[in-house]
Nanobody
Framework: VQLQASGGGLVQAGGSLRLSCVASGGGFSRYAMGWFRQAPGKDREFVSALTWSGGSTKYAESVAGRFTISRDDVKNTVYLRMNSLKPEDTAVYYC????????????????WGKGTQVTVSS
């Protein structure tokens, strides 16, 4: 499985972006998907995840209410809609595929994309 993230860019604080992550390879609809980010000098952190069906979602407290994760299994794509962006959202954003239908931090993610840069100016 290969994951290709796109949609990052430079945006002013308060603006919006939508990230996309296209998965190649089979079985996309059977796995939970997630977004993570890594800011300069910081560890990679969880942003959001959703189950195989898209029926349940999770968000980091720092993005809850501003970001929305979704998936389109026909297009093998997971999205992250980011609204009301803040300078502290600046990071490289990575999409990842879980090892099963539900996201469990203890299990880790089995496949990672290369990331897309999001920069929010103040």
């Amino acid at each position: 499985v290969q994951l290709q993230a796109s949609g990052g860019g430079l945006v002013q604080a308060g603006g919006s972006l939508r990230l996309s992550c296209v998965a190649s390879g089979g079985g996309f609809s059977r796995y939970a998907m997630g977004w993570f980010r890594q800011a300069p000098g910081k560890d990679r952190e969880f942003v959001s995840a959703l189950t195989w069906s898209g029926g349940s979602t999770k968000y980091a407290e720092s993005v809850a209410g501003r970001f929305t994760i979704s998936r389109d299994d026909v297009k093998n794509t997971v999205y992250l809609r980011m609204n009301s962006l803040k300078p502290e959202d600046t990071a490289v954003y990575y999409c990842a595929q879980a090892s099963g239908p539900y996201y469990d931090p203890a299990d880790g993610m089995r496949y990672w994309g290369k990331g897309t840069q999001v920069t929010v100016s103040s």
